[in-house]
């Protein structure tokens, strides 16, 4: 009995000191102010709670004005420093490999792939990213990816206004995936036996769920559809190996690095580098274009601007509907604002985290390695003092942005000259939906490119009307639970009046 009463006194006395050492972690310095939460479950649900599109997360913003800009939490079981201080973001993005290292959750690991790009760090991580360019570098999608790109986009938006009516976030997914899998590895949805595209909804419902891997849980049936996908992924390539048939695609060029003599790449890195690009690509830029169309909904001015940008350049070719032209593309100035400024509201990526792996100082505060950091872009992107009057969507802001000003306008209009000739690259600590450092997105102009091509054909050709859903909510990431579902119908020809004057000059 007395041994009995010892055992529960040293468990008590444990559980109360790893409950004290929960709340009171160690360090060699001072730790970022903050509450760890409840004992291993931290302050994770705290975290996932649903908001609203607009705002700063309130998980965030509740912290920051109790502790400040940096401050501790603990999330998914792990230590966490959250940064909401854009000096402290850029040393953190520049310091990749040095004191941070990028980092996912393990589930998301297991489920993105063990060999994934994202799991690599260092030489291989390089290596790999350049692989990565070698498709979708602004060359490649000058030189090879443009033209396909405009008729495929052509051909869906076409396709979109003979149905009438569509559901803007499953059909700009289903368009950006049947291109880019094509691309990747000549793979045709309407012709294939397994359809990958069914495979990677199963895997993407169950993305942001409990690691919890039994039959029933979504996060099993992500698991499976990861299987699934990476199965057709990996049939392909051998298929590839044994028939030695040529194709001009992604897919080519990995096996041809497979097959040199000395190279790191493996037929499981190449498999889990297509599933992962196609993966990347096509939600992060599907939700780009519904949240473009949703804010040209919103802002008839921007609209009109948009469509009188792209109806010079239609105005200003020999043939009307001849494609889009990269120096068309790089010419689109009021086009690139309103991306800028879509990405900038809509936070797409919520958060970006690094381990830290070597004890660092961050604003005077010690953090231990081991420990995890998350950047998060939404309150530096909604910050008044970075972006006035944050809420709005405001393409213009940009055009005195790109002069280097960080004001609105009218404060910019009377001190012009004082941002002039502030340097350029200042603007990235102001800016991170792509992320920053040697981390920063591989696919951004991939990703400009579509939705440039899009409004093109969007505001030329077409007129819409939002009929059903739109509404979207963070938790944290975005979800467009009932769809941004559209009316849409081919626009009488804007260039009607100028054949016709052309026709009677003519005469
Ligand atoms: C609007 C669209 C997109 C947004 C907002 C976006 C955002 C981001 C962000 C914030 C990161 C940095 C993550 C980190 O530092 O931990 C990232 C990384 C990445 N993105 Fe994107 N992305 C977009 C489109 C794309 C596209 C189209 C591709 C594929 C071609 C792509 C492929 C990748 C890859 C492979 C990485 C990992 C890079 C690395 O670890 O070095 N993304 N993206
Ligand atoms: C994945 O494959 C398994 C076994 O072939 C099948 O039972 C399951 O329904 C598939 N899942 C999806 C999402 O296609
Ligand atoms: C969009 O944002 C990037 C990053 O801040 C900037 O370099 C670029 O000039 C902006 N584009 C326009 C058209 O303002």
């Not at 049936?221 to 030695?244: H, M, P, W, Y």
């Not at 194709?247 to 060029?253: I, P, R, S, T």
């Not at 097959?259 to 196609?278: I, R």
Request: hydrophobic letters at 40%.
């Amino acid at each position: 009995m007395r041994s009995f009463i010892c055992f529960i006194a040293i468990v008590v006395i444990w559980i109360s000191h790893k409950v004290y050492r929960w709340g009171n972690p160690k360090s060699k310095g001072v730790l970022p102010p903050g509450s760890m939460g409840l004992p291993f479950v931290g302050e994770t649900i705290q975290f996932f709670s649903p908001h609203r599109l607009y705002d700063i997360p309130p998980f965030i913003s509740k912290r920051v004005e109790r502790y400040g800009t940096l401050f501790r939490t603990s999330l998914v079981g792990r230590p966490v420093v959250v940064s909401t201080d854009p000096e402290t973001n850029y040393y953190i993005f520049q310091q990749e490999g040095k004191y941070f290292q990028c980092w996912y959750t393990e589930s998301f690991i297991e489920i993105l792939g063990q060999q994934s790009v994202l799991a690599y760090h260092g030489v291989i991580h390089k290596y790999l990213k350049n692989l990565i360019l070698s498709l979708v570098s602004p060359e490649n999608l000058k030189e090879k990816l443009l033209h396909d790109m405009d008729g495929s986009t052509r051909n869906y938006l076409r396709a979109w206004s003979n149905h009438g009516e569509v559901d803007v976030k499953e059909a700009a997914a289903d368009m950006i995936f049947e291109y880019f899998a094509k691309k990747l590895f000549s793979y045709d949805e309407t012709k294939a036996c397994k359809k990958l595209r069914e495979n990677y909804k199963a895997f993407i419902d169950g993305l942001i769920s409990f690691p919890l891997n039994f039959p029933g849980t979504a996060y099993h049936a992500c698991l499976q559809g990861r299987k699934n996908a990476t199965k057709v992924i990996k049939d392909a390539f051998s298929e590839r190996r044994s028939s030695k048939e040529i194709h001009n695609d992604f897919m080519n060029y990995l096996l041809e690095e497979v097959n040199k003599e000395e190279t790191f790449l493996t037929e499981g890195v190449a498999v889990d580098l297509v599933f992962v690009l196609l993966f990347a690509t096509y939600e992060t830029t599907s939700a780009g274009i519904t949240l473009l169309t949703k804010f040209l909904s919103d802002n008839p001015a921007v609209l009109r601007e948009l469509t009188k940008e792209h109806e010079a350049i239609l105005r200003s070719r020999e043939k009307q509907d001849s494609t889009i032209t990269w120096r068309e593309y790089k010419s689109m100035t009021f086009t690139h604002m309103v991306i800028n400024e879509t990405v900038r509201l809509a936070n797409i990526v919520p958060g970006i985290f690094r381990r830290v792996i070597k004890e660092v100082e961050l604003k005077g505060y010690t953090v231990p390695a081991g420990w995890v950091v998350m950047v998060c872009p939404s309150s530096l992107h909604l910050n008044p003092d970075k972006y006035g009057d944050p809420l709005a969507f405001n393409p213009w802001r940009w055009e005195w942005r790109r002069e280097g000003g960080t004001k609105e306008a009218h404060v910019h209009l009377r001190c012009k000259e004082l941002f002039l000739g502030q340097e350029m690259h200042a603007a990235s600590k102001d800016f991170m939906a792509f992320g920053g450092g040697v981390r920063l997105c591989v696919g951004a102009d991939f990703a400009k490119l579509q939705m440039a091509i899009y409004l093109h054909y969007l505001v030329t050709k077409y007129r819409w009307t939002v009929i059903r859903g739109g509404d979207i909510i963070r938790r944290p990431g975005l979800v467009f639970p009932n769809g941004l579902h559209i009316e849409i119908s081919e626009k009488q020809k804007c260039s009607e009046p100028n054949d016709a004057k052309e026709k009677v000059i003519k005469a």
